[in-house]
């Protein structure tokens, strides 16, 4: 009796070894792989949207868009393309390198900070900036022509002490109390944390910068692609986008 | 800083040497060789003279000299005190001034920043008094000074050391008073090596960024020099960036080989 039912029970769990293997390898596993290039500031956020479903494998690619871009000139294979700005989609789009019309799922506006407790009481884009140590991005940089157009809109002239090459180089010298105020976008504000105050200048989102997205022409996982573009602007989606400080339209 | 070449090339040296030598002058030249090539030549006039280009360039050229000044006024008396001081305490000041050369610019720039800064150890004490460095051409020398300065004494001892006490000896045993040996017979003898640690100092100063970046901020004029204005117009503008480099390339060559010329001079003139 015993000697029959060993073997038998072994069947039963190398069956069960079987139908589970071959559930690994035919289910969603494999279908659901998707490899994203994003601009580096979503670098976060979308690791926090991928973290919503559990069934998508998302592969992240994040760099400068205008890299993105020449990357997937080149070849480089991926599934969707988002970018931090229109202009470079543009580019993208009019070479035929992601399906037509993308979809704009963030903006992203440039927020005035101080550092904590605001030592120089500044209060806007106005007087209060006199004799102050304001600190901008350069204006051929995105978060300096942000800054430069909420300035003209503010009608005033800035006098910044800096104009650095990276938003994040502004940051570092409002969050160290370097510099009495800095113009950056409303997610460096956030990502700074308690270390800086947020003066909005932008309530509208009128001079923010707009992120579209889009899958990749020709990619070989369309459908997931638009699975993983769906849980981008998807309600829990937005959720996380604001969380991280981004606008969404 | 000048070692004596035999006469005759290759004189007890293997021809394999060769190989390696070579290979490393290609390795250094060819870089540089391609900025040459990819500079739009016939567009240098337009782009050197923007108002952009002509601040940074002054901006440069008048932080370096300055920096290079006080790197001679504190470094060389420094380099002086240490090359006739042995023990522990010599070997620990020796051990801090050297770290800067090899620090990478960015912590450079920070401790800077975490010293002098608004905020910093003195600069918090400074603040107070109403003077601040941050933001200023004071700030960018300052950068300068704390990565060039090293070199300069480092270039002084070593040929102090190497030169030994003899001469100076031999002044004071006929009389002579210290300032009077100083004066009379070390420095003569150390011009040479003064010079080209002072080009190695303005070159280095010139080609100073992390720590100026980091510690200064950058603004035409003011703070952004020539390595900070090529740092921005890389990704906008490559012509112009290029240009820009060349510049920088001209002045670090014609400086370093004015310091050998230099230096090849005053030995010659002071040999028997």
């Known amino acids: ?249 | 800083m000048t070692v004596p070449m035999p006469a005759s090339g290759g004189a007890g040296r293997p021809r394999w040497l060769f190989v390696p030598a070579v290979l490393a002058v290609l390795f250094l030249a060819v870089p540089l060789l391609g900025i040459v090539a990819r500079v739009p030549w016939a567009d240098v006039p337009a782009l050197l003279t923007t108002r952009s280009s002509l601040d940074a360039l002054g901006l440069s050229l008048l932080t370096c000299l300055v920096a290079t000044a006080i790197s001679l006024a504190l470094g060389l008396p420094l380099a002086l005190v240490l090359a006739r001081a042995d023990g522990r305490l010599a070997g620990l000041v020796r051990t801090l001034v050297t770290i800067p050369m090899v620090l990478p610019p960015v912590v450079a720039g920070l401790a800077l920043l975490i010293t002098f800064g608004r905020r910093g150890v003195l600069g918090a004490p400074l603040a107070v008094l109403g003077i601040e460095v941050g933001f200023s051409t004071v700030a960018v020398v300052m950068a300068q000074v704390f990565v060039a300065m090293p070199f300069l004494v480092t270039a002084v001892e070593g040929a102090l050391r190497a030169t030994g006490t003899g001469v100076e000896g031999a002044a004071a045993t006929l009389g002579a008073s210290p300032t009077y040996t100083l004066r009379r017979v070390t420095l003569p003898l150390l011009a040479p090596s003064i010079a080209a640690g002072g080009a190695l100092t303005f070159a280095r100063a010139l080609g100073e960024f992390g720590a100026t970046i980091t510690f200064a901020g950058s603004l035409q004029g003011v703070t952004r020099t020539l390595p900070l204005e090529i740092y921005l117009l890389r990704e906008l503008d490559t012509d112009a960036a290029l240009a820009l480099a060349l510049v920088l390339i001209v002045v670090a060559g014609l400086t370093v080989a004015a310091t050998g010329w230099l230096s090849r001079r005053t030995v010659r003139r002071s040999a028997p």
Do not use: W
């Not at chain 1, 039912?5 to 039963?12: I, K």
């Not at chain 1, 393309?81 to 993208?92: F, G, H, I, V, W």
């Open chain 1, 1 to 249: 009796m015993n000697a029959s039912r060993l073997p038998a029970g072994g069947t039963a769990l190398a069956l069960t070894l079987v139908l589970a293997l071959a559930g690994c390898a035919g289910a969603p596993a494999s279908d659901r792989t998707v490899t994203v290039f994003a601009a580096s500031s979503l670098t976060g956020v979308f690791a926090d949207i991928a973290e919503l479903d559990p069934t998508l494998d998302v592969r992240f690619t994040f760099d400068g868009s205008s890299t993105l871009v020449d990357q997937l000139a080149g070849g480089a294979p991926a599934d969707v393309l988002a970018t931090a700005d229109e202009a470079t989609m543009a580019r993208a789009t009019q070479a035929s390198l992601v399906e037509p019309e993308p979809t704009v799922f963030a903006t992203n506006a440039g927020v005035l900070i101080v550092p904590a407790g605001n030592p120089a009481g500044v209060t806007g884009l106005d007087a209060s900036l006199d004799g102050t140590k304001l600190v901008v991005c350069a204006p051929t940089v995105p978060c300096g022509a942000t800054a430069r157009a909420l300035a003209d809109a503010a009608g005033v002239a800035l006098a910044p002490v800096s104009e650095e090459q990276k938003v994040t180089d502004v940051r570092g010298k409002v969050a160290s109390g370097e510099a009495d105020a800095g113009i950056v976008f409303a997610t460096d504000a956030t990502a700074a944390g308690d270390a800086v105050e947020t003066i909005v200048l932008d309530p509208d989102g009128r001079f923010a910068t707009r992120y579209p997205v889009a899958v990749v022409a020709g990619s070989a996982n369309a459908e997931t692609a638009h699975a993983f573009i769906d849980l981008v602007t998807s309600d829990a989606g937005r959720v996380v986008l604001a969380e991280h400080g981004f606008g969404t339209p």
